[in-house]
């Protein structure tokens, strides 16, 4: 059972970046997933999570409107596309999962709330 982040990167700012998060060992399908992200010298952040329907995608306030979470459970894949970055978005992004029928309990924003988690993905921000 495992979760990989990928996709991170050096990007401009202003530019974008798609990050996946790719499960293996069981069924992403299953399982709500939940993106955070660390910075230096800083708590962990969440970013953005998705049940099991697009219709659930939610996003920080702080990213929302730039960034946009999806998943393809035919790839047991879920993304987080980044557009507009800023180097406040710089830092170790990290995905996470917990089983779907605990999405209704709305904690999504809690890092305690998942199970599984995998190695993060760095972003670094040139401006």
């Known amino acids: 059972v495992q979760l990989q982040a990928s996709g991170g990167g050096l990007v401009p700012a202003g530019g974008s970046l798609r990050l996946s998060c790719a499960a293996s060992?069981?069924?992403?399908?299953?399982?709500?997933i939940g993106w955070f992200r660390q910075a230096p010298g800083k708590q962990r952040e969440w970013v953005s999570a998705?049940?099991?329907?697009?219709?659930?995608?939610r996003l920080a306030g702080s990213v929302r409107g730039r960034f946009a979470i999806s998943r393809d459970n035919a790839k047991n894949t879920v993304y987080l596309e980044m557009n507009n970055v800023n180097p406040e978005d710089a830092a170790v992004y990290l995905c996470?999962?917990?089983?779907?029928?605990?999405?209704?309990?709305?904690?999504?924003?809690?890092?305690?709330?998942?199970?599984?988690w995998g190695q993060g993905t760095q972003v670094t921000v040139s401006s």
């Open positions: 998705i049940g099991g329907g697009q219709d659930t995608a």
């Open positions: 060992g069981f069924a992403l399908e299953h399982y709500a």
């Open positions: 996470a999962a917990v089983p779907l029928e605990r999405w209704y309990s709305g904690s999504y924003h809690y890092s305690e709330w998942y199970d599984i």
